[in-house]
Nanobody, 125 residues
Framework: QVQLVESGGGLVQAGGSLRLSCAAS????????VNWYRQAPGKQRELVAG???????NYADSVKGRFTISRDNAKNTVYLQMNSLKPEDTAVYYC???????????????????WGQGTQVTVSS
């Protein structure tokens, strides 16, 4: 069973930093692009950052220069380093990826879209 589990959220003052982690089980993370989304109360979910299997990255304009996405394929984990946090960064942050399940050492030929459960980030002013 494929699972994405986020961690690292919390309460921080404006200007502070947090590092979110997204760990995958039941699949090989390195084969696929991974994205971080966020959803603030009353707002639509939005793409924050993404990283391809080759390590290319992209960011929403609102977080460029402040957030950094990275991956550690050996740990099957993707990170989101968030610096210079602002109150408007307050949201639930979700990890998302299309992954190929691996069961009993066999990799599925079809990929499926998976979401983590989310981790709350609250930035106080």
């Amino acid at each position: 069973q494929v699972q994405l589990v986020e961690s690292g959220g919390g309460l921080v003052q404006a200007g502070g930093s947090l590092r979110l982690s997204c760990a995958a089980s039941g699949s090989i993370f390195s084969d696929n692009a991974v994205n971080w989304y966020r959803q603030a109360p009353g707002k639509q979910r939005e793409l924050v950052a993404g990283i391809t299997s080759g390590g290319s990255t992209n960011y929403a304009d609102s977080v460029k220069g402040r957030f950094t996405i990275s991956r550690d394929n050996a740990k099957n984990t993707v990170y989101l380093q968030m610096n210079s946090l602002k109150p408007e960064d307050t949201a639930v942050y979700y990890c998302n990826a299309d992954l190929y399940p691996v069961v009993g050492g066999f990799k599925f030929t079809a990929s499926y879209n998976y979401w983590g459960q989310g981790t709350q980030v609250t930035v106080s002013s």
